[in-house]
T-cell receptor, first 116, second 114 residues
Framework: DTEVTQTPKHLVMGMTNKKSLKCEQHMGHRAMYWYKQKAKKPPELMFVYSYEKLSINESVPSRFSPECPNSSLLNLHLHALQPEDSALYLC???????????????FGPGTRLTVT | TQLLEQSPQFLSIQEGENLTVYCNSSSVFSSLQWYRQEPGEGPVLLVTVVTGGEVKKLKRLTFQFGDARKDSSLHITAAQPGDTGLYLCAGAVAGGTSYGKLTFGQGTILTVHP
């Protein structure tokens, strides 16, 4: 099973709202990622969690707050977003076994976020 | 900073034609992944190459990793409309603070017309 699930599929929020995106994987992967993707562009890395600890923050604004409650779950809390934050938000996971599979990231279907 | 130059950016062809997408870098990568993404969906992993000179085949798709592990190519034989999508190459470097980070190419938008 190489499935990563994300909820919700679509989200429309105002600039004063607080919402959360959720991601789940059951592959036993110990690395999880959040990406932001604009149309027809490659994904841009936002955060990386390794063994449930934040290991990489790509200078993301504080209105995005990640959380990793356990090894299977990853959340992204959103607050006071701007219209330019509208994008497809992707979650991914990978193993940390230090073999060739550790480079392989498996992506979820994404959450299409629109900020009004 | 590692960069992956992917070309062409756009490709519009007729069903049955062959095509090649290239990813080039001045940096050495530990591995290189190829993904395909359809509109409204997440990228789907097609293949991983890790050894210089490695060639992998996936039905009509042939992937090659350069001998120096700085470049890669994806060749599609007899393209079909179902091959339409955004193709992404992504390189990874083992170890250090960058462990787990992928460097993505800019993507190739492929459209195959019936």
């Amino acid at each position: 099973d190489t499935e990563v699930t994300q909820t919700p599929k679509h989200l429309v929020m105002g600039m004063t709202n607080k919402k959360s995106l959720k991601c789940e994987q059951h592959m036993g992967h110990r690395a999880m990622y959040w990406y932001k993707q604009k149309a027809k562009k490659p994904p841009e890395l936002m955060f990386v969690y390794s063994y449930e600890k934040l290991s990489i923050n790509e200078s993301v604004p504080s209105r995005f707050s990640p959380e990793c409650p356990n090894s299977s779950l990853l959340n992204l809390h959103l607050h006071a977003l701007q219209p330019e934050d509208s994008a497809l938000y992707l979650c991914a996971s990978s193993s940390l076994d230090r073999d060739r599979t550790s480079y392989e990231q498996y992506f979820g279907p994404g959450t299409r976020l629109t900020v009004t | 900073t590692q960069l992956l130059e992917q070309s062409p950016q756009f490709l519009s062809i007729q069903e049955g034609e062959n095509l090649t997408v290239y990813c080039n870098s001045s940096s050495v990568f530990s591995s290189l992944q190829w993904y395909r993404q359809e509109p409204g969906e997440g990228p789907v992993l097609l293949v991983t190459v890790v050894t210089g000179g490695e060639v992998k085949k996936l039905k009509r798709l042939t992937f090659q990793f350069g001998d120096a592990r700085k470049d890669s190519s994806l060749h599609i034989t007899a393209a079909q409309p179902g091959d339409t999508g955004l193709y992404l190459c992504a390189g990874a470097v083992a170890g250090g603070t960058s462990y787990g980070k992928l460097t993505f190419g800019q993507g190739t938008i492929l459209t195959v017309h019936p």
